[in-house]
C-alpha cells in the first residue's frame, strides 16, 4: 500500500508540474487539493451527462475522469476527506447545471454561455492532466 501512495505522490507531482505555468504550479496543497477535487466533481458531471444523453460515455472522458479520482487518492489525508467530499459534489451539480442549460434553456444567450462555461472549466481541469 505504502508503493501505491508513493507512485501516486509522484503521479500527483508529475501532473502538477506538466500544468500551465502559473497555476497548480503556484497553489498551496490544500488549494492543489480543492483544485483537484472540483475537477473530479467537474469530470463526473460530463462523464454522467454524457452517458445521460447519449446512453453510454466515451472512453476518454472516463479516464480524465478516473485519473483526477487517481490525483485526489493520492494526496488527500482523512482529515481533508470531508472537504474534498464538498468540493467534489458542489463542482459536479455546478458543473451538471450548466450542461443542462446549455441544452435546455429556452434562452439562447443563456445557452451559449453555459456552454461556454462549461467547456471552459472542463478545459481548465483537463490541461492539468498530460497527455
Request: hydrophobic residues 40%.
Amino acid at each position: 500500500m505504502r508503493y501505491v501512495k508513493t507512485l501516486g505522490r509522484g503521479l500527483a507531482l508529475t501532473l502538477i508540474l506538466a500544468a500551465p505555468a502559473g497555476h497548480a504550479q503556484t497553489l498551496s496543497a490544500e488549494a492543489q487539493l480543492q483544485t483537484f477535487a472540483t475537477c473530479v466533481g467537474r469530470l463526473t458531471a460530463e462523464l454522467e451527462y454524457e452517458w445521460s444523453t447519449q446512453g453510454a460515455y466515451s472512453d476518454e472522458a472516463a479516464f480524465r475522469r478516473d485519473a483526477t479520482v487517481q490525483l485526489v487518492a493520492a494526496i488527500v489525508s482523512d482529515e481533508q476527506s470531508r472537504d474534498v467530499l464538498h468540493w467534489r459534489d458542489a463542482a459536479k451539480r455546478a458543473q451538471y447545471d450548466l450542461l443542462s442549460r446549455s441544452q435546455y434553456s429556452r434562452d439562447q444567450a443563456e445557452a451559449e454561455w453555459a456552454k461556454s462555461r462549461a467547456a471552459m472549466l472542463e478545459q481548465e481541469c483537463t490541461s492539468l492532466l498530460l497527455g
